[in-house]
């Protein structure tokens, strides 16, 4: 229990196991971090596999989190995804040997997919980089695209809120909870119709709605709350468009942008009420697609103090050109709506409205 140099026990005291010329490098950690044990925790897993132990193998209990522990070594972790009954998976190897590796959370993160298939019904699956689930139908039918969103402020975290239109014109919300992976099931909102996909965002523990019209041109808006499931009144808003609305939040604020009826672009946000149109220089012939991101900004130099500076959102833009196939992207502020930069053309044409999507930094 004391260090030895090795070389030299052999040479002095086993010379009769040297038959050459014998070297053992140096251990890099004291042996007695191989005497402790450290805890794991783990989500949704399936096995851990020990590399420099006897391989271990802990039976899931079906909890929300497992607790293990196991003596210092080299580790195999395969996570398994319970949403999807261990179709998912995540291989990790960890080295449990210093005192800084006491807690281990090997996460698969898996994405939930919903769309409209040839026959018109509903399916989903579950997927992540190295695998996907079968897709599973869920009760009914659409004539448009599901929109599914989560809630960015994370308030109802673990929950997602599937939104389509029906075969009715209705509109219908379905609630997928990660813990449970289970779907609340089919509810209708009381009241109103559409012609297209609803657009929707969560914001403030409120889901915030907007449509066009059974007209195929009024604007209307709605919201429910997540914690009482309590459904608001439609409201008609100002002004007419002849596409689908898009929205988007950061969590806390939402914005609306429309393409109107002169083909010009408009944007509003909703604050204690919606305010008026804010118009963006430009024309789209297709329904503009709007994303928010924020950056910190100079707001307010008090005199003779410091400079205070807040995050300011900043609206994305993208669309389509009033030739039909040019594709434009602009930055808004999202404070007073005005535009931060000029249009920039992207290479390429496309008849369609354009996806956008922010990558996390």
Known sequence: MDWVNVNKWFLTQGSQYVKSVLYISPDEHPYWVWLKNHSITLPYFFNIYSLSQPVLKITPTGASWVYATVPSG?????????????KLYREMVINLISEKAKLVYPC?????AVVRGLDNRIYYAL????????????????????????????????????????????VYYNVFDEATAKWSGWRRWPTGSTVDAPVEAIANGKLHIAVRGSDGRSIWYANLDLQNWQFSDWRQLPGSTPSAPSMVTEGYRVWLAVRGMDNGIYLTILGNEWNGWSRVKGSTVVAPEIKCTSFVVPDVVEKGGPILVAPMPVLHLAVIGADGKSIWFTWVSGWYLEQLMPWSKLPGSSPSPVALALIPP
């Not at 698969?108 to 939930?112: D, R, V």
Request: with cysteine.
């Open 108 to 112: 698969i993160s898996p994405h939930l």
């Open 74 to 86: 080299r580790y195999e972790i395969k996570v398994a995804c319970k949403l999807c009954e261990a």
């Open 127 to 170: 997927y992540n980089a190295s695998a996907c689930s079968a897709w599973t139908r869920l009760p009914g039918s659409t004539p448009s695209r599901p929109v599914l969103v989560s809630d960015p402020s994370g308030d109802f975290s673990g929950k997602l809120v599937l939104v389509v239109r029906g075969m009715d014109n209705r």
